[in-house]
């Protein structure tokens, strides 16, 4: 089971951007797909971005353009870069890791971002 730390959340004005990290304990450099998630206040959890162990990505609709997921499994970490913040952005943010080979999902604390003006 995979331990995550997220961080990199904040506020940001509309329009601005963010970073966030997710440290993996243990090796990522196989075995795992990495994902981004986000619940905001009073909505379910929803997908935000994902990344495969081959590096294939895949990315909701409305962060499409926007964000961009990468890993660098030499230093265990996935981050999520984020331009072109909007309002409706506000959210926890959490780091997922899917174990392939028994579909297990390891999730972390989550970190906060909010957009406002």
């Known amino acids: 089971q995979a331990q995550l730390v997220e961080s990199g959340g904040g506020s940001v004005q509309p329009g601005g951007s963010l970073r966030l990290s997710c440290a993996a304990s243990?090796?990522?450099?196989?075995?795992?797909?990495m994902g981004w998630y986000r619940q905001a206040p009073g909505k379910q959890r929803e997908f935000v971005a994902r990344i495969t162990s081959d590096g294939s990505t895949n990315y909701a609709d409305s962060v499409k353009g926007r964000f961009t997921i990468s890993r660098r499994n030499a230093k265990n970490t996935v981050y999520l870069q984020m331009n072109s913040l909007k309002p409706e952005d506000t959210a926890v943010y959490y780091c997922?890791?899917?174990?392939?080979?028994?579909?297990?999902?390891?999730w972390g604390q989550g970190t906060q971002v909010t957009v406002s003006s």
């Open positions: 243990g090796s990522i450099l196989s075995g795992y797909d």
């Open positions: 997922s890791a899917r174990k392939i080979s028994n579909d297990f999902y390891s």
